[in-house]
């Protein structure tokens, strides 16, 4: 008997490929990668480059409490962004989502993502 648990919100944008919005085992809540679509029409985010990270913090968000969570439960955060000049922009950000103590988090530098979007978050969550 598995001890995972899929994970699915309306309040986060629909899985487009071969995977869950998250899976839970035991405790620990892995949380696909977000961008920034938008649930409801399944569009980007209309905006500059903070309005799409702070939807995809939106979209986490989401899905943590779908998994019984918040992202103050988030242990491990990853970004990965087209262009990491925006690493301050992301910093910004991410002080609207978390207070001390912060999740452990790395920032990656890629040629491309999904959509053609510039960031995409996800987070491994360790529920109290």
């Keep these: 008997m598995s001890n995972r648990q899929i994970i699915h919100t309306e309040k986060a944008p629909l ?3 071969t ?3 998250a899976v839970k ?17 399944m569009a980007l985010e209309a905006g500059d480059f903070k309005a799409q990270t702070r939807r995809c913090f939106e979209n986490l968000k989401a899905v943590a409490e779908a998994a019984s969570g918040t992202l103050s439960d988030a ?3 990853t970004i990965y ?4 000049s925006n690493f301050a922009a ?6 609207e989502y978390f207070t001390e103590p912060y999740p452990a988090r790395a920032a990656v530098g890629v040629k491309a993502l999904p ?3 510039p960031v995409e978050v996800d987070a491994i969550l360790e529920l109290k």
């Design 19 to 21: 995977y869950s919005q």
């Design 15 to 17: 899985a487009i490929g």
């Design 90 to 95: 992301v910093n910004e950000v991410m002080a």
């Design 115 to 117: 959509k053609g979007v």
């Design 25 to 41: 085992a035991g405790t620990t809540v892995y949380i696909s990668g977000q961008i920034p679509l938008v649930p409801e029409t």
């Design 75 to 77: 242990a491990k955060v």
């Design 81 to 84: 962004l087209t262009d990491l």
